[in-house]
């Protein structure tokens, strides 16, 4: 009897659990994992997606109006009171 208790809520998480996963799709996570890049030197390395750089931090941005812009890479870096993009 405690046999039968057991395997039948362990078979029922076990269909449910494929059922979860089955609904996700792969495209979805793979886009929370890439890195976001930002439109200016200044957001590059400012609040509110980064707001954890300081002076030498790794940065990215778009150098152009899109985001099929070339992407320039370059450190963080303090030009007067503001934190900016040096490439």
Same mark, same amino acid.
């Given at each position: 009897?405690? +046999?039968?208790?057991?395997?039948?809520?362990?078979?029922?998480?076990? +269909?449910?659990?494929?059922? +979860?996963?089955g609904?996700?799709?792969?495209?979805?996570?793979?886009?929370?994992?890439?890195?976001?890049?930002?439109?200016?030197? !200044?957001?590059?390395?400012?609040?509110?997606?980064?707001?954890?750089?300081?002076?030498?931090?790794?940065?990215?941005?778009? #150098?152009?109006?899109?985001?099929?812009?070339?992407?320039? #890479?370059?450190?963080?870096a303090?030009?007067?009171?503001?934190?900016?993009? !040096? !490439?």
């Open positions: 009897m405690l +046999f039968k208790s057991i395997i039948a809520p362990a078979t029922a998480l076990l +269909f449910a659990g494929q059922a +979860f996963a609904a996700v799709e792969a495209g979805n996570q793979m886009q929370e994992r890439t890195a976001q890049i930002a439109t200016d030197p !200044v957001s590059a390395c400012n609040c509110p997606n980064n707001c954890s750089h300081k002076s030498g931090s790794s940065c990215k941005y778009y #150098s152009g109006p899109s985001d099929s812009s070339p992407i320039d #890479s370059g450190k963080c303090w030009r007067g009171s503001t934190l900016i993009c !040096v !490439v």
